[in-house]
């Protein structure tokens, strides 16, 4: 809970910080490019020769190329379409698709996650309801790819380090994770990137502020966290940061919001939450009535 309480503060900032300094003003592949780069950077240094077997590197760069290099780009793609206060609430999402893809990857099947994943979808269409355009679907369609990747990336590397045992030093393998991100960055990059590079030394400053710190500390931290808690609460701490972010962005950057919609968007998309963890907690409750 230390790691993921630490890193939801931490990432609180990051939203606000690509949505001002950077959407539309810097090239989003050249951006995903240069914060995965620089976050190797980091951790190449702790990379150690003893735990450099393929059966470790191969599947770290796989979960490092879902949950951060693809997860940035439909992240960074969404930003030109949606408000800073709207990707956040759609992030809401992940939750959802934690336990969802636990239970695909455990074989089982609860019908919950879907109804809670509509009732979202409704929320999120009460935010801006006389004014659904093409951009703005496709703004949400994103943010949901990104919630994917986020979520796909924390089960599967859950249950990896689970199979691996407690004795795999995880900072010294993790130079991996990026790794596999860093092959998905050069080739979007060299795909569809543009000459749009920074332009400031705010731009220049934010960039390296989110490669060495909220990708190179957050997500080594995040996922090691992820490690040792539970399903339950992995989901769960993935939405508070959510309201942290949020408080940031309206008190700073964007006070004109349209508070009614939000609100009223954002607690239909809380409520299919609250009902998500109702279902769950009676589900747990009836287990364990059953098992006695």
């Not at 930003?79 to 239970?103: G, H, K, R, S």
């Not at 986020?150 to 393998?173: C, E, N, T």
Request: hydrophobic letters at 55%; proline letters at 2%; aromatic letters at 16%.
């Amino acid at each position: 809970m230390y790691y993921l309480s630490a890193i939801t503060l931490l990432w609180a900032f990051s939203f606000s910080l690509i949505g001002v300094y950077l959407a539309g003003q810097v090239d989003a592949y050249f951006s995903v490019l240069l914060r995965i780069a620089l976050a190797f950077l980091l951790f190449i240094p702790l990379l150690r020769r003893q735990w450099l077997r393929l059966d470790y590197i191969l599947p770290l760069m796989l979960i490092g190329a879902i949950q951060l290099g693809f997860m940035y780009i439909f992240y960074y793609q969404s930003f030109l379409l949606l408000t800073v206060p709207e990707v956040l609430l759609f992030t809401t999402l992940t939750p959802v698709y934690v336990a969802l893809l636990y239970d695909v990857w455990t074989l089982t099947f609860r019908v919950r996650y879907l109804l809670a994943a509509l009732l979202a979808v409704l929320g999120a269409v009460v935010i801006r309801y006389d004014n659904i355009t093409q951009d703005y679907i496709s703004g949400f369609l994103l943010v949901q790819g990104a919630n994917v990747c986020f979520a796909l990336g924390q089960v599967s590397y859950k249950i990896l380090i689970q199979r691996r045992g407690d004795q795999l030093p995880q900072h010294a393998i993790f130079g991996f994770f990026y790794a596999g991100a860093l092959v998905v960055a050069l080739v979007a990059w060299g795909i569809w990137g543009t000459d749009r590079y920074p332009t400031t030394s705010m731009q220049w400053g934010v960039l390296l502020w989110l490669g060495l710190g909220a990708s190179g500390l957050g997500f080594f931290c995040w996922n090691k966290g992820a490690t040792q808690v539970d399903v339950g609460t992995l989901a769960v701490m993935n939405n508070v940061l959510i309201p942290a972010g949020l408080v940031v962005n309206l008190l700073i950057w964007n006070r004109d919001a349209d508070m009614v919609r939000l609100l009223l968007g954002g607690s239909i998309i809380l409520l299919s939450l609250l009902l998500n963890y109702y279902w769950e907690r009676k589900t747990r409750t009836l287990s364990c009535s059953l098992s006695h």
